[in-house]
């Protein structure tokens, strides 16, 4: 008898079998009610690997009766595709077949599209998948003729009885009682990152490899812990999980939260994506923070030197001293909206001509420029004196507005006072 690996053998059959996803496939779900009627239209499933979608493929195939073909679209060509329309209409399909395209986000644009003339003549239904969001990967031609369906990711209480059903078919395996210290099921469940198959490596792993003491099998927290160590991380660094990890992170940041920024600075740094990390928190001392605090910058800039001499794992410490500092920190966007103000005006073209006083006229030389009529601020009280800076078309633009925060507003009662003199 050949191998069989349990993650094919637990697969489920029926769709009250499958792992979550009730949203979709519950009593009144969208996508099971589409199953149920026997009319599948072309569809696209979007979600995590071990979510799902090829086992809800293969129960759509047998629930239509008709015959599934599967390729990845990392190694098929169209000419592929062509292969399987050479049978329709034969004995061997002669309702037509479906077709489970995965990963169809490696099909370039004219890959995508020449799909369309298989969708559009009703012969071949395209189930499609992808573990990247859909409406960036996936042509707009290809998605005006499908449904999107989205398989979210597990919860360890959805994965809980999926690892139970393993177990139990490992037993009929092995021959012996399977004796699990407490908490090891769980810790399965919570470790696999939501992803059922490779919970069900971890459970088959683990089982092979078991102590057996008087015909039981008995399966320990540190071997559990040993085999799952990390794999609950799911992080693709040109993926749909790079971009959400770091955009949390920065709006846990600007949200003041500083449980949530270490929670999401610690997956970046576990998945040992520093630079990602950097980035963001660099980014937020001047847009979040900014005037507000404005020796943030200069606090989180040594972080973030000693981190890179460092390296992980120690760099964790600064950065994580840096993430704190920043969600606590009083904030102020005026810095960001004064500057985001200031180049849309720019991109309009309303720019105009510099004012001739703030030239540099190449033949002046060093202090002739107070013969243009420049007036040396440092020359008057309080060093300021009124004069005109910015071009004549938006001479009255004013983009820096002070914060609320006591700094800002502690300079803004510093020239309020200079300039009314």
Known sequence: MSYRPLADEIRPQELDEVVGQTHILGPDGLLRRIIESGNIPNLIFYGPSGTGKTTV??????????????LNATTASISDIKDIMAQIGTFMAPEGVLLYLDEIQYFNKKQQQSLLEFMENGKITLIASTTENPYFAVFNAVLSRATVFEFKQHTAQDVLPAVER????????????????????EHISASCGGDVRKAMN??????TAARRQEGRLLVTMADAQLVSQQSAMRYDREGDAHFDIASALMKSLRGSDPDAALHYLARLLEAGDMITAIRRILCSASEDVGMAYPQAVLI???C???ALQLGLPEARLPLAQAVVLLA???????VYMGYDAAVSDVRAGRTGDIPRELQNVHADSAGMEREQGYLYPHDFPGHWVKQQYLPDAIKNKQYYQYGDNKTEQAAKKYWDEIKKK
């Open 166 to 185: 393993g177990i139990a078919i490992m037993e009929g395996r092995l021959g012996a009682q399977v004796v699990c210290e407490n908490g090891v099921k």
């Open 202 to 207: 971890a459970v088959e792993l683990l089982l």
């Open 300 to 302: 989180v800039k040594a």
């Open 57 to 70: 493929a293969n129960i759509i195939a047998q629930k239509t009766n008709r015959p599934l073909h599967r």
């Open 304 to 306: 973030v030197d000693n």
């Open 328 to 334: 606590t920190a009083p904030k102020s966007n005026s």
